[in-house]
Every structure is written in structure tokens, then in C-alpha cells.
């Protein structure tokens, strides 16, 4: 069955490198992704991995893929306050309908 | 519109009541999909429309639940005989391809749902 699960809760200081890590159950999942979730506000994807790479790096972020762990990791470089959110990692499902299986989310909080 | 719409942003409704959720794409998006999440879980998926048709609804928790598409665009999520476990915050996405891995889908700021 398909099932992501990720650690609830991540603190970090400001400027400081945060790492969420996620696994997924689904080895038939061609893409995996990471959302954020600000209070009161919808999903905003932040990127996305294909998997077949193993990497991928845009700006702070980078996204690490191991699929013989089924591990996924999102690193953000030199956090921001404004980093604080929600984050969800999700695979999507093999099938043709596309939808997205989440994580339960991991809550970031960024200390000054 | 720029992003995709939900309405109301907020509903307060009574047990054993019928609400209606609705969710305005973004223009020409072909695909659309509700999923409801609950206090401290990710969204889980509930029903995906390419076009008017209903091309999966496996989702839905049970026969309380509808949602049409009637023009391809605007989409409404029914509820009838609301129940307290109904309590959550149901969102909408779109995209302009059927899933369009590469670009995921927009999704809306969702209707928190009180059942009381």
C-alpha cells in the first residue's frame, strides 16, 4: 500500500541549515515532491524530484533521493524566519488519475 | 483567475446538515481534484475530475459525499447529513494537464469545515 511518513517536528536557528527527511512505501512512484503550508494559507509546491535522479538543487534548496531506501530528504540552506511552515513531502500514484499521497508534514520553526 | 478560488473560506454548520464546498479553477485548467485535511494530517485525496466526468472518486469516505463538474470548470463538493468527523479543512487543486507531475498541481487556500 502507498504510505509517507515524516518526522512531526524540526527546530532550527536562524541561518542554520535545515534537513526533513521523509520515506515513502511506493517504489512505482515516478515523482516525489515537497510542499509548504503556511497558517491559513494553501500548498505551495516547492519543488519536485523525478526518480531517476538522485539530486536536485534549486537556490536553497536540495532535494536528496534514495530509492532503495525510499528515503527522500528536503535541505534548506541558511533558513529564514520566513521558512517556518508546515512541510509535506508526497509521492504521486502510478496510476492515471495522478493524485498525490502526503506525509502527515513536518512543522519547521526557525528561532532568531 | 489568477489562482484557484474556494468558497466560503469558512463554514459553520450543524450536525445533520447538507453544505455545499465550492472550488473556482484556474481558466483552462482540465483538471481538478478535492482532498480534505484534517487538524495536524496531510490532505488526503477525495475525488479527480478531467473535464466534467468524475475519472476517479475512490476517495470519497462514503455515499454522504458527491461533487460535480457540470461545465468542466467550477466544481462543488456536497455534503449531506454532516457528521462531527466531517470537521476539516477540504482543498481544492488544479492543473492544466491530467496531474501534470512536473509542475504538481495550484492548490487553493480551502474551506475549513466546522460540524457542530
Not at chain 1, 44 to 50: D, G, S
Not at chain 1, 60 to 77: F, Q
Not at chain 2, 11 to 29: A, F, N, Q
Not at chain 2, 54 to 67: C, E, I, K, Q, Y
Request: glycine share 10%; net charge neutral; charged share 20%.
Amino acid at each position: 500500500g502507498e504510505d509517507v511518513e515524516q518526522s512531526l517536528f524540526l527546530s532550527v536557528r536562524e541561518g542554520d541549515s535545515s534537513v526533513i527527511n521523509c520515506t515513502y512505501t511506493d517504489s512505482s512512484s515516478t515523482y516525489l515532491y515537497w510542499y509548504k503550508q503556511e497558517p491559513g494559507a494553501g500548498l505551495q509546491l516547492l519543488t519536485y524530484i523525478f526518480s531517476n535522479m538522485d539530486m536536485k538543487q534549486d537556490q536553497r534548496l536540495t532535494v536528496l533521493l534514495n530509492k532503495k531506501d525510499k528515503h527522500l530528504s528536503l535541505r534548506i540552506a541558511d533558513t529564514q524566519t520566513g521558512d517556518s511552515a508546515i512541510y509535506f513531502c508526497a509521492e504521486i500514484t502510478p496510476d492515471s488519475s495522478y493524485k498525490l499521497i502526503f506525509g502527515s508534514g513536518t512543522r519547521l520553526l526557525v528561532r532568531p | 483567475g489568477a489562482g484557484v478560488s474556494q468558497t466560503p473560506s469558512n463554514k459553520v454548520t450543524e450536525k445533520g446538515k447538507y453544505v455545499e464546498l465550492r472550488c473556482d479553477p484556474i481558466s483552462g485548467h482540465t483538471a481538478l481534484y478535492w482532498y480534505r485535511q484534517s487538524l495536524g494530517q496531510g490532505p488526503e485525496f477525495l475525488i479527480y475530475f478531467q473535464g466534467t466526468g468524475a475519472a476517479d472518486d475512490s476517495g470519497l469516505p462514503n455515499d454522504r459525499f458527491f461533487a460535480v463538474r457540470p461545465e468542466g470548470s467550477v466544481s462543488t463538493l456536497k455534503i449531506q447529513r454532516t457528521e462531527r468527523g466531517d470537521s476539516a479543512v477540504y482543498l481544492c487543486a488544479s492543473s492544466s494537464r491530467g496531474g501534470a507531475p512536473g509542475d504538481g498541481y495550484t492548490f487553493g487556500s480551502g474551506t475549513r469545515l466546522t460540524v457542530v
